[in-house]
């Protein structure tokens, strides 16, 4: 026997629905759909008259607000109206009494809609709260609150990212052979390992980037040991791990391309090796215009370097932003104002140094699961622009394994997979691109006079056009 969608919807609701007067906006069952309390949506048969239209609305305690369709050529005929429900009926009983009128074709919910969501199938992606935060227990810390996030899987309905797009990770080295990395990493076309310097940039089989702090081409000296170059692949997974392969974790872009600028090493890097690692990602969007859009820099340390300020703004020059850490407090644990005491690279401003035209730089500030300021995270409401979640952050470490990392080390990639994914939908210069991801914050009472854009990274009003 056929089932009558009307009544079938009334068998699956009837028991999910409160008097009048306790009725909030959305009604529905609590994983179902949604639909406006105290409205219907009415279609009448062709050649129904206002009385009959009258006689139908009586049964309901109801009366018309809108018209949304009349059938074409007839005067009063087969309309469709949105009607207010009244005298304490809930949706279920007045689509009932509707549906019994002779005049009456159908009633039905006014249902509520919602922007898709995309999900990928990767094992820990549920634990990945500073993409999707449901209130999830995140490695048994606790839940935290749903929908302090960067809101992800809603910006991935708009776009996953695209390959073309090139971010450069100036920190340790990056396990290329990683599962979730593989295939992620840039693989240089213009000098294949041959022992030649075929592009003529200065660096012999630069295949997947250089390594400047032991001056050669591995850009990975792990072992598979995760206490080597783990920082620079866990911030990679961040910005591009593969998703939707049913392991591991998934970046926020499902595609994108990372080159290896590696400068720090197991005692840290220096100033000269920063310097060089900067210029080699400007030089290679200059030399072989790859769309290179931002840099990921979550490191910081020492002093006001001019030589180091002017290679940022060569790259702004070359609308790269430089997409830094904001810092992670003192000895104690406690978050410095970086408007007092500068950090840098995330302090430095491009603003007029050799003709930028802007200020490359975005700071990031470290956000936890309940959308709290970090007590360990650097702020500043003149020097650090933004929050992103950097606090119980799972992503890739070497040897195909994974680990949760603290800091505004971590908070720093979200932003920059938030740019490149912008770029893979929006093609913006280096100053359109940075006010884009600002613009776009969610506001926090917790970043409100901490950060100059008082907000919450989110990767959904970012690639919305």
Not at 300 to 314: E, H, K, M, P, V
Request: proline share 5%.
């Amino acid at each position: 026997m056929k089932r009558h969608p009307v009544l079938l919807f009334l068998l699956l609701i009837s028991l999910a629905f409160v008097p009048a007067s306790n009725r909030t906006e959305a009604q529905g069952t609590p994983d179902g759909p949604q639909f406006v309390a105290g409205e219907a949506i009415v279609k009448y048969s062709v050649g129904t008259t206002v009385a009959q239209k009258s006689r139908a609305m009586a049964r309901a305690n109801a009366r018309a607000v809108e018209r949304l369709s009349r059938t074409p050529g007839a005067a009063v005929s087969g309309d469709v109206e949105l009607v207010a429900i009244g005298g304490g009926l809930s949706v279920a009983d007045a689509i009932s009494r509707l549906s019994q009128d002779p005049s009456v074709e159908f009633a039905e919910p006014n249902w509520i809609y919602s922007p898709e969501q995309t999900i990928p199938n990767d094992a820990s992606f549920e634990q990945l709260w500073g993409l999707n935060n449901t209130g999830q227990d995140i490695n048994g810390q606790g839940p935290g609150t749903p929908d302090a996030d960067i809101d992800a899987p809603e910006a991935w309905t708009l776009t996953t990212g695209l390959t073309t797009v090139v971010v450069g990770v100036i920190d340790e080295g990056i396990d290329s052979n990683h599962p979730d990395l593989a295939g992620q990493i840039w693989t240089n076309p213009y000098d294949p390992a041959d022992g030649e310097d075929n592009d003529g940039n200065g660096y012999v089989d630069d295949v997947h980037g250089w390594d400047f702090a032991n001056g050669d081409n591995s850009i990975y000296d792990g072992n598979g040991k995760t206490s080597v170059d783990a920082h620079g692949t866990h911030v990679s997974g961040t910005i591009g791990a593969n998703a939707n392969n049913a392991i591991g974790v998934a970046g926020v872009n499902w595609n994108v391309t990372i080159i290896s600028a590696k400068f720090l090493g197991r005692r840290g890097g220096t100033t000269a090796n920063a310097i060089k690692a900067f210029d080699y990602i400007t030089d290679l969007k200059t030399r072989h215009s790859l769309n290179i859009v931002a840099t990921n820099n979550s490191w910081g340390g020492g002093g006001f370097s001019q030589a180091l300020l002017d290679a940022i703004a060569r790259g702004a020059n070359q609308d790269i932003l430089c997409i830094a850490a904001a810092g992670n407090g003192d000895r104690r644990g406690r978050g410095i104002n970086n408007d007092v005491t500068p950090h840098y690279p995330s302090s430095y401003d491009t603003a007029g140094v050799l003709g930028a035209t802007y200020d490359a730089v975005v700071a990031v500030a470290a956000t936890g699961r309940n959308d709290e300021l970090r007590p360990w995270s650097n702020y500043g409401v003149n020097s650090v622009d933004l929050g992103a979640p950097g606090s119980l952050i799972l992503s890739t470490v070497p040897g195909g394994k994974y680990a949760y990392y603290n800091g505004t080390s971590m908070a720093t990639p979200h932003v920059t997979g938030v740019a490149a994914l912008v770029n893979s939908s929006l093609v913006l210069t280096g100053s359109a691109l940075k006010s884009k991801v600002l613009s776009a914050v969610d506001p926090l009472a917790s970043l409100a006079g901490k950060t100059t854009s008082g907000g919450r990274l989110n990767a959904h009003k970012a690639v919305t056009p």
